[in-house]
């Protein structure tokens, strides 16, 4: 499981912005496709998550609390599963994120056992 999914706190949102970002963006370009795209406070302490065109680098923005932070993670084969959207965005949730950070389809993963239901 990915660090950055499992050390966020319980009640943070993760967004993806659909459609490509230009990965050259650093800190204020992607705050800036926050606050016009997305509609959203870059400094909320929500997750905004951001893929390139080529599918094989995705970009993390989040502030902490103390500071904005800005995580990169580039698949060396594969490609991050995105939405077909070319605008607005997506909510995931933590288990989703992880997924997606290791290239794993968050949209349809697969359970090993039927689910158990009690009545």
Known sequence: MSVAATSLPSNTRIWLAAGTTDM??????????????????????HVFVFRGRRGDLLKLLWWDGTGLCLLA?????????????????????????????EGIDWRHPLR???VLMEM
Not at 82 to 90: I, R
């Open 24 to 45: 050259r963006k650093g800190f204020t370009g992607l705050s800036a496709v926050v606050q016009h795209a997305l509609a959203s406070n870059p400094l909320c302490g």
């Open 73 to 101: 993670k580039r698949l060396e084969r594969g490609r991050f599963i995105w939405p077909q959207a070319q605008g607005g965005s997506v909510c995931l949730s933590t288990a989703q994120l992880s997924m997606l950070l």
């Open 112 to 114: 090993t056992a039927d």
